[in-house]
């Protein structure tokens, strides 16, 4: 058995769907895909494996706007820790 070529895509799907008003909407969903090939013996055998990451991607941008959120709160916090704010706002 010989591996031949291994490739990993992330692709970027627009889903129609029919709301309750009759309306189609288009969401986004996120897969990725590894397609491999392999040489056993005489034969050539793909395989392909497609995973739905689109849960995992908005978790992940969740955590980074979260994150410059919390670094804007501590550099505000600190600003007005340098300007002598009253401690009852510091303490929030």
Known sequence: MRL???YTYL???YVPHI???MSINFAKV???QSISEVCLKDE???T???TDITERKRAEENLDRNEILTDLVIMGKER???W???KFILNR
């Open 19 to 21: 709301t309750r008003s």
């Open 44 to 46: 050539r055998l793909f």
């Open 4 to 6: 031949i070529y291994n």
């Open 80 to 82: 007005l820790c340098k």
């Open 30 to 32: 996120i897969l990725l």
């Open 48 to 50: 392909a494996i497609i």
């Open 84 to 86: 002598g704010a009253p």
């Open 11 to 13: 692709l970027v799907l």
